[in-house]
């Protein structure tokens, strides 16, 4: 297998693997990258979910395939660069001032925001401007395209007849138990909570279709019977809070934290939103706050999520890097005394080893894309301790037990 070849399988895998991940928080990422048991895997893993990243934030890498040369001249610049901002931000986290927006025109209700939906849901007056923009709300958005992708006849109506079997499901995957939500048919749903958690083709579960209904009673009744109804179930990130305060059912927002707890306020979906990020009226905010932190503030509440948001970005990204320049030096054997290593090549009968001169070694496996590389890694890694003090010269930006254990690792690499 040639290097062209070798270096594609690897990316395209690594690749496959990475968007399997897109709808992993945080923690479950960095956990299932730290479990992968091989180190070659994990090493390429790690750059597929680094360059998506960067990618997504609009940071030039190059091109190249991983080497040793392009995670220290490459990678670490990037990682630098985004420790930088994370820190820039917390900051500016701590400076920005909460506090009422301009004055708007108060809209007479809740109930007028929601059009007709919404008749269950208690009226809040003088609500100013409850969603963040005029667009329409990001699960609409997402429901729209996932119905166009899914659908090219009409909606299977026989759902909703009381005969039909609960699994069959109509052209958007949508079962009987999805369309009582839609409808707010609280009889037929109490028929059919026993398949609370379905979910229709689009990834959306009957929670977030009653959430993005305004179907406050068919809420009410899944919560209090149905204990195993997945709060946390997401599409995009998108959870049923969001799904309810994305499109102003405040009261469904209530009712869901008082039944999931102040984890729910904490997710995020893939624009990086919280649920109250959907929210613009502080009163409101704060009102749904204090439903699971009634002591906190607002403020408080938005400093301590960004900072921790911020803080799980900054080690997700030095976990990546790290895992793709110890790896790197593992996998390659770097760290490893340069005769020992080809004592090793040879005794595997891979290739005649034929002398142990560096410069000879090198000429006379010129042809062999492998070792080649591999006089070439060795001849970066020849320069790790100057990298070594560029590294802890940025510590500053990733402060924490992960950047401890990176310069106590490369400093037994170096030293050895």
């Given at each position: 297998?040639?290097?062209n ?7 395209d895998?690594?690749?496959y693997?990475?968007?399997s991940?897109d709808?992993?928080?945080?923690r479950?990422?960095k956990m299932?990258i730290c479990s992968?048991?091989?180190l ?13 990243m ?12 991983l080497?040793?040369q392009?995670?220290?001249s490459?990678y670490?610049?990037a990682l630098?660069e985004?420790?930088?901002?994370q ?20 809209q007479r209700?809740?109930?007028?925001l ?6 269950q ?6 609500l100013?401007?409850?969603?963040l923009n ?8 997402r429901?729209?395209k996932a119905?166009v ?8 109506d026989l759902?909703?007849?009381?005969e ?5 499901r109509n052209t958007k995957?949508e079962?009987?138990l999805h369309?009582?939500c ?14 609370i958690n379905?979910?229709?083709y689009?990834?959306w579960?009957?929670?977030?279709e ?6 406050t009673v068919c ?6 019977r149905?204990?195993?109804v ?7 990130g998108?959870t ?5 305060l994305s499109?102003?059912h ?10 999931g707890?102040?984890?729910l ?7 990086e939103?919280l649920p109250?990020?959907?929210v613009?009226?502080?009163s409101i905010?704060?009102?749904?706050l204090s439903v699971?932190?009634p ?6 509440f938005?400093?301590?999520?960004e900072?921790?948001?911020?803080s799980q970005?900054?080690e997700l990204?030095l976990v990546l890097?790290?895992?793709?320049l110890?790896n ?5 054997n770097?760290?490893?005394?340069f ?8 005794c595997?009968n891979?290739?005649?080893v ?6 000879k070694?090198?000429?006379?496996f010129?042809?062999?894309w492998?070792?080649?590389t591999?006089?070439?890694e060795?001849?970066t ?5 100057q990298?070594?003090q560029?590294i802890?010269a940025?510590?500053?930006?990733f402060?924490?037990?992960?950047m401890?254990t990176l310069?106590?690792?490369l400093?037994t690499?170096v030293?050895?």
């Open positions: 297998m040639d290097r070849m070798f270096c594609q399988i690897a990316d895998l690594a690749q693997i990475a968007i991940c709808d992993f928080s945080i479950e990422l299932f992968i048991p091989s070659w895997l994990q090493m390429f893993v790690a750059e597929a979910v680094f360059k998506k960067c990618l997504e934030r609009n940071i030039t890498l190059s091109t190249e395939p080497s040793l392009k995670i220290v490459s670490f610049p630098r985004v420790g930088m901002h820190r820039m931000k917390i900051h500016k986290a701590k400076r920005k001032k909460i506090g009422p927006r301009p004055y708007c025109e108060p209700a809740l109930q007028m929601n059009g007709n939906k919404q008749d849901v208690k009226v809040l007056p003088d100013p401007g409850l969603l005029k667009d329409p709300p990001l699960s609409k958005k429901r729209a119905g992708e899914a659908s090219h006849t009409k909606e299977n759902l909703l007849a009381g039909v079997h609960v699994y069959m995957g079962t009987a369309k009582a839609i409808s707010n048919k609280v009889e037929r749903l109490i028929q059919l909570l026993s398949y379905a979910k229709d689009a990834g579960t009957p929670l977030h009653a959430c993005n209904h305004g179907s809420v009410r009744e899944i919560l209090q149905c204990p195993e997945d709060l946390l179930s997401q599409v995009d998108v049923p809070l969001h799904d309810a499109n102003g405040v009261e469904i927002g209530k009712l869901l934290l008082q039944h707890g102040p984890i306020l904490e997710q995020r979906d893939s624009s939103k109250l990020d959907f613009e009226s502080i905010k704060q009102e749904l699971v932190h002591e906190e503030s607002i403020k408080s938005s400093e301590r999520t900072q921790d948001f911020c970005q900054r990204w890097f790290s895992k793709m110890l790197f030096c593992s996998v390659y770097l760290s490893s005394p005769s020992l290593t080809l004592r090793n090549v040879a595997s891979v290739l005649p034929m002398a142990f001169d560096k410069c070694m090198k000429n006379v010129s042809a062999d492998l070792v080649d591999y006089f070439r060795l001849e890694f020849e320069k790790l301790p990298f070594l560029e802890s940025n510590r500053l930006f402060p924490g037990e992960e401890k310069l106590a690792t400093e690499i030293e050895s």
